[in-house]
Each structure stands twice: as C-alpha cells, then as structure tokens.
T-cell receptor, first 111, second 112 residues
Framework: AQSVTQPDIHITVSEGASLELRCNYS??????LFWYVQSPGQGLQLLLK??????LVQGIKGFEAEFKRSQSSFNLRKPSVHWSDAAEYFC?????????FGTGTRLQVFP | DAGVIQSPRHEVTEMGQEVTLRCKPI?????LFWYRQTMMRGLELLIY????????DSGMPEDRFSAKMPNASFSTLKIQPSEPRDSAVYFC??????????FGPGTRLLVL
C-alpha cells in the first residue's frame, strides 16, 4: 500500500543552523511528492512539489528538497533556519487524486 | 484571490448534537477534499468530490458522518450525532482536477 514515513517526530535546531527533515515513501509508480508546512493553529501551506524532471526542487521560504528514487526519499532541507520556521512539516505523496500524508515532523527553533 | 473558505473556524458542542461544517472551494476548482487531523491518526482523507460527485468516501469513519456538495461552490460535512472522539481539526481542500491542492484554515471541533 502507498504510504509516507517521516521518521522524526520532533526536531530541535538552533537559529542559523542547517536543517534536514526526512521523508520516505512507498509507491509503485513515479510519485508526485509534496512538502507542506503548518504553523500553530493554521492550515497547510505548500512549500514545494516534485512531479518530474530535476530531482532537486526549490520551494518557498528558502526550502529545497531532493528526490532520490533509489532511496525512496524526498528530504526537505534549508541551509539556515529562522525562528519563524518553527512549525509542523508534512510530506505527502499523491495517489490518484488523493494526498497521502506522513505523520509530520514538529520543528522547534532555539534562538 | 480568496482561498478555500471554511466555517465555522471553531465549534464547541455537546455529545449527541448535530454538527455541520462548511466549505467554499476556490472558484473554478472542480475537486474538493475533506480531511481530518488528530494527534493519534494524523491527516486522514475522509471523502472527496469531483465535479460535485462523491468519488471516494472510504475514509468516512461511520454512518454518523455524511458529506454533500450541492453545487460547485459549496460543500458540507455533517456529524450526527457527534461524539467526543470526533474532536479534531477538519480541513477542506480544493484543486483543479489532479492539480495542486489548496487547503482551507480548518475548523477546530471540540465535542464535550
């Protein structure tokens, strides 16, 4: 069955440090992959998406993600984290018309 | 541009009461999705519509839940009777076909 795994439930980083959030997917065909961010009490905002082509995709707010088919991964990265990046991050795979989400990674940023 | 609009934003009700959540998708979008978010189960797809027709309702928990989309600009999710375990954040999302999905701000439901 199609699924998304985010192995890190909670990550804490210092402001200015680099960040990598892990995402692994299980899907038989070429996946459409997404990262969404949810600030406390807010809805889901799309950070970036991968459909095909270049495996390194750029998103909003300085985020990027790399699709690695051999590892079934789509990890999210940011070279320097800002305090405003504290939020919950969700990886998702599109199956047909539906989005299947991972369980999320909560990012905490210390000054 | 107005995004997906959901109402109410917050709802507190007592067990046994009927709850109706509302969603207005982005104009021109023809697919609409209802998701539920809980601590235990994360984000789950409850049901989705395409051109106002329910396509997949396999995520609807039980008969107490029902959803309708009478026209392209309005959908409701109803819970009758509500139970404390229905407490969650309910999100509506819309898209143009299988394109990008845009999420509303959610409705926070608390059933006492």
């Amino acid at each position: 069955a199609q699924s998304v795994t985010q192995p890190d439930i909670h990550i804490t980083v210092s402001e200015g440090a680099s960040l990598e959030l892990r995402c692994n997917y299980s899907y038989g065909a070429t996946p459409y992959l997404f990262w969404y961010v949810q600030s406390p009490g807010q809805g889901l905002q799309l950070l970036l998406k991968y459909f095909s082509g270049d495996t390194l995709v750029q998103g909003i707010k300085g985020f990027e993600a790399e699709f690695k088919r051999s590892q079934s991964s789509f990890n999210l990265r940011k070279p320097s984290v800002h305090w405003s990046d504290a939020a919950e991050y969700f990886c998702a795979v599109e199956v047909g018309d539906k989005l299947i989400f991972g369980t999320g990674t909560r990012l905490q940023v210390f000054p | 541009d107005a995004g997906v609009i959901q109402s109410p934003r917050h709802e507190v009700t007592e067990m046994g009461q009927e709850v109706t959540l509302r969603c207005k998708p982005i104009s021109g979008h023809n697919s609409l999705f209802w998701y539920r978010q809980t601590m235990m189960r994360g984000l789950e797809l409850l049901i989705y519509f395409n051109n106002n027709v329910p396509i997949d309702d396999s995520g609807m928990p039980e008969d107490r839940f029902s959803a309708k989309m009478p026209n392209a600009s309005f959908s409701t999710l109803k819970i009758q009777p509500s139970e404390p375990r229905d407490s969650a954040v309910y999100f509506c999302a819309s898209s143009l076909g299988s394109g990008l999905k845009y999420f509303g701000p959610g409705t926070r439901l608390l059933v006492l």
